[in-house]
């Protein structure tokens, strides 16, 4: 069984910055994808972005391309989730997942479904 665990949220002004880091823990974490997702009360979650286990793959949603960057340290089994330019529509609760067998494709990659072991989440707010 593996635990992940998400840390960094807060309250930021629109135009900040915020990083968000995600520690796995629990066995010996070498899974081939970890991705972020966030959701909002009433709606449906949402596909952030998802790396694979060398980092050299990488998806983004379009809502977050240019502005979020995914990036994974396996020797410390941490993923992390820079936010820069930050819009109040990005106020949300933010998860990090992690999917133990391999991917292809974007579909792939952003279908939570798929994913395996779920943080917590961390709260993001973003003030106008």
């Known amino acids: 069984q593996a635990q992940l665990a998400e840390s960094g949220g807060g309250l930021v002004q629109a135009g900040g910055s915020l990083r968000l880091s995600c520690a796995a823990s629990?066995?010996?974490?070498?899974?081939?994808?970890m991705g972020w997702f966030r959701q909002v009360p009433g709606k449906e979650r949402e596909f952030l972005a998802a790396?694979?286990?060398?980092?050299?793959?990488?998806y983004y949603a379009d809502s977050v391309k240019g502005r979020f960057t995914i990036s994974r340290d396996n020797a410390k089994n941490m993923v992390y989730l820079q936010m820069n330019r930050l819009k109040p529509e990005d106020t949300a609760v933010y998860y990090c997942a992690a999917k133990t067998n391999s991917c292809s494709g974007y579909g792939c990659y952003s279908a939570g479904s798929r994913y395996d072991y779920w943080g917590q989440g961390t709260q993001v707010t973003v003030s106008s």
């Open positions: 629990g066995r010996t974490f070498s899974v081939p994808v």
């Open positions: 790396i694979n286990w060398s980092g050299i793959i990488t």
